[in-house]
């Protein structure tokens, strides 16, 4: 949020620029692609929601858009008058690299104006990196400053930094030991925007950024996982439902039924009140997002077999047959590939998360199911990571 000008700085509360439901968690912007895509500067749009946190285009690439506003006093003491002032807005974008523990950091001043102070006075970058939890991660410039001149980033608005994050988080003994050998960790990278102005009294404001990473090996134990970066922010990717794609439409469709209108599908309110994974910024329908389930093919094999005993159950065991002479398969929407998979709980239990399942062309259902696949190891979400699906139509 902009400070007005004329509002003096020494006068505001502490929650600069914040709203009073902002919160510092990541906020997730317009997601346009199940591929991720590196965010750009034009991209990027102010979100008081996110407080210190910061707007996240996919897992792979974040942005915050932030006001710099400083005065200078005619002497230190608290009543003096406000002789000038100067302010700037900064951009700051975050590109995690394909295949690399890097991240590219870039910030761009603009919209600079100042009256009453000379443009050699200078706005600068302080950023720390650094582990979140025990272990030897570290990043390879745990603090670093930057500043240039008004008249300087007017010619070269756009500072570059390339941040490689090392090391590893001490291993969880509750996790299990495929988890472990992925090396999740996590870090903070923290930025904060100043002023100097030598010899003078004056004061700065800006909201400071917070950002979370996690880096892992996964993509190294098993490149039908996960690719893209070894390092993501940790938020919750959204996978977009198209019942208009023509290869996948009819499965998308399906999905949408029984997100929509759970009870017409099978088995329906003899199973539960809904299925999860529905990402809407209508909080009265949105659902707990869905989890991966990758390490353990014993749960996938049993939400598969759960699976088919329905279709069995309902359609009987022709259900395969098409009068086209092609074959159906029983697609099962949460996918067996979740820890909300058909199996997820006992039969017959009819209240919370439920399943829903449908015979569907074997060709639809495949090219679907490897859709989402390649939704979740481009986006490199781990086993244990959640997902939501957003519809589309």
């Known amino acids: 949020m902009a400070i007005p000008l004329g509002q003096d700085l020494r006068r505001l509360p502490a929650t600069l620029g914040a709203r009073p439901d902002a919160a510092d968690d990541p906020v997730l912007m317009g997601w346009q ?50 002789i000038g002032d100067a302010s700037a807005r900064v951009t700051g974008i975050f590109n995690m690299q394909p295949e690399q523990r890097r991240a590219v ?28 939890n025990p272990g030897t991660a570290h990043c390879d410039a745990s603090k670093t400053s930057r500043d240039k001149s008004i008249a300087e980033w007017k010619d070269e608005p756009v500072d570059f930094q ?28 923290t930025r904060k925007l100043y002023v100097v102005d030598p010899g003078a009294s004056g004061r700065a404001e800006a909201l400071p950024v917070d950002v979370t990473l996690r880096c892992d090996i996964a ?31 009819e499965a ?28 809407s910024t209508n909080s009265g329908i949105m659902k707990p997002p869905l989890t991966r389930l990758y390490h353990d093919t014993a749960a996938q094999d049993a939400n598969r077999a759960r699976a088919e005993r329905s279709c069995v159950e309902h359609w009987g065991p022709g259900y395969r047959d098409r009068p086209d002479g092609r074959t159906n398969d029983c697609f099962v929407y949460p996918f067996d590939s979740t820890v909300d ?53």
Not at 66 to 79: G, I, N
Not at 172 to 184: G, L, M, N, T, V
Not at 262 to 279: A, C, H, K, N
């Open 341 to 393: 998979g058909a199996n997820a709980k006992p039969p017959n239990t009819p209240h919370g998360a439920g399943y829903a399942v449908q015979p569907i062309l074997s060709d639809v259902s495949m090219r679907f199911n490897a859709a989402v696949d390649r939704f979740t190891i481009d986006n490199h979400i781990l086993d244990g990571d959640r997902y939501w699906l957003l519809p589309l139509n």
């Open 219 to 249: 993509r190294k134990l098993s490149s039908s996982y996960v690719l893209g970066s070894d390092c993501v922010f940790p938020v919750i990717a959204k996978f977009l439902l198209d019942t208009k794609e023509p290869a996948t439409g």
């Open 162 to 189: 390339v941040l490689t994050l090392h090391g590893e988080d001490t291993p969880k003994p509750a996790d299990s030991p495929r988890i472990q050998a992925e090396k999740r960790t996590s870090y903070l990278h």
């Open 33 to 82: 692609s199940n591929k991720p895509e590196p965010v750009t500067f034009d991209e990027c749009h102010p979100d008081p929601r996110a407080g210190k946190g910061y707007v996240v285009k996919n897992r792979l690439a974040a942005c915050k858009m932030t006001d710099l506003r400083y005065q200078r006093y005619a002497c230190p003491e608290a009543d003096c008058p406000i």
């Open 105 to 132: 950091v870039q910030h761009k001043f603009y919209d600079m104006h100042f009256r009453g102070v000379p443009d050699s006075i200078r706005f600068g970058i302080e950023t720390t990196c650094g582990a979140v």
């Open 252 to 279: 998308a469709a399906f999905i949408s039924q029984a997100m929509s209108n759970y009870r017409s599908t099978y088995p329906g309110l003899s199973q539960g009140d809904f299925v999860p994974g529905r990402f």
